[in-house]
């Protein structure tokens, strides 16, 4: 059947527009620019209970736009486990540079004296606490929330893979050096951590959240987000078993224990950010039961998190705020009501 010439024109119109997901997000220069949260169509009083309920410093980022800020935004300070996931966006780097084979590549091939049982140490299973290293089991065999297994991470991607000074790596101009960073990044001596403003945070933040794509150039390519920016422990892992610390190669601590801060993790953690999903402990209710289903954090100790939530164009960072306990699957939670106020912004309530 032949279709009439006036209904064809439309479909081939539909057929040749742009994917708009993304494509009308901007992207800041030297500074952000700034917008009310009216322009951007969100309500401004639950901004403002937001950041006063964060305290700390922070702001949030809607489209591309700085539309909150709190606190002194510029100030540059430790953001503690919330830099764990910015060693694996430098690893995906190194793999797109063929520095690392894949994020399979064991990590014994840079040099690691392992023991037998972590001889099959991958990248993945650090970027996913399944190591084993410092613990009893092998890799893939436990969970277990391990800053010893991070500093191994760490050192082997800054003195073996790169062999660069930290900052030196990260800022290279077709790393993270693109996203024209305002006041630029420094790392503390031995465990590396990374110390950056909020504004800063908040450009490797929307990094993320466009995949990868920064100001009409894909830094990254896309292909590492569809793969990994995705819970990839599987939900039924065990947890560690109680055991002393093992650090037999005597590399220290990213900051905390071999086996702490929380046992959740199976089914919502994935290369050092936390989903919203379901998890072996909470296995009927999401991570936080009001955020959008796509939402994703980066947790620091010491109140240094970053929310993400695609479908929003809308990231939050917020260095030393009262975010609260990750308390996987539980409404009634600090966490979670900062999601609800973020609906209520977002005229969802």
């Known amino acids: 059947m032949r279709l009439p010439p006036l209904f064809i024109l439309p479909v081939l119109l539909f057929l040749t527009l742009p994917c708009l997901s993304h494509a009308e997000n901007v992207f800041p220069g030297d500074h952000w620019e700034t917008r009310s949260p009216e322009?951007?169509?969100?309500k401004k009083e639950p901004l403002d209970q937001l950041a006063?309920?964060?305290?700390?410093?922070?702001?949030?980022?809607?489209?591309?736009?700085?539309?909150?800020?709190?606190?002194?935004?510029?100030?540059?300070?430790?953001?503690?486990?919330?830099?764990?996931?910015v060693l694996s966006t430098l690893l995906f780097f190194a793999i797109e540079e063929g520095l690392v084979e894949s994020v399979d590549q064991p990590i014994a091939e840079f040099g690691w004296d392992l023991k037998d049982k972590d001889q099959g140490i991958t990248f993945r299973h650090l970027g996913a606490m399944t190591s084993g290293y410092a613990r009893p089991e092998g890799p893939g065999e436990a969970f277990a929330y391990n800053d010893f297994a991070i500093q191994l991470y760490q050192k082997t991607l800054f003195d073996k893979v790169f062999k660069q000074d930290p900052k030196e790596a990260a800022e290279q101009p077709n790393r993270l050096g693109a996203l024209n960073l305002e006041r630029g990044l420094s790392f503390r001596e031995g465990n590396r951590r990374l110390s950056a403003s909020a504004k800063d945070f908040a450009r490797i933040a929307w990094f993320w959240l466009n995949k990868g794509a920064w100001n009409g150039t894909q830094a990254l390519p896309e292909k590492y987000f569809d793969d990994y920016l995705k819970p990839l422990v599987p939900k039924d892992l065990p947890h560690t078993k109680?055991?002393?610390?093992?650090?037999?190669?005597?590399?220290?601590?990213?900051?905390?224990?071999?086996?702490?801060?929380?046992?959740?993790?199976?089914g919502i953690y994935g290369f050092n950010w936390w989903f919203n999903s379901t998890g072996r402990d909470h296995p009927d209710t999401l991570?936080?039961?009001?955020?959008?289903?796509?939402?994703?954090?980066?947790?620091?100790a010491g109140g240094n998190c970053s929310i993400i939530i695609p479908s929003e164009s809308?990231?939050?960072?917020?260095?030393k705020g009262d975010w609260g306990k990750l308390k996987a699957g539980v409404k009634n939670t600090r966490m979670n009501h900062h999601f609800q106020l973020i609906n209520q912004a977002l005229g969802k309530d």
Request: charged share 25%; proline share 6%; glycine share 16%.
């Open 52 to 85: 006063k309920d964060l305290g700390g410093r922070g702001c949030v980022v809607k489209d591309g736009y700085l539309v909150q800020e709190w606190g002194d935004t510029s100030e540059r300070g430790d953001w503690l486990s919330s830099a764990k996931p």
């Open 39 to 42: 322009e951007v169509g969100l």
């Open 314 to 319: 809308l990231v939050i960072a917020c260095a």
């Open 242 to 266: 109680k055991a002393e610390t093992d650090d037999y190669l005597g590399i220290g601590s990213f900051g905390g224990g071999s086996d702490h801060f929380t046992e959740f993790g199976p």
């Open 287 to 300: 991570t936080w039961p009001d955020a959008p289903p796509d939402a994703y954090m980066s947790i620091g």
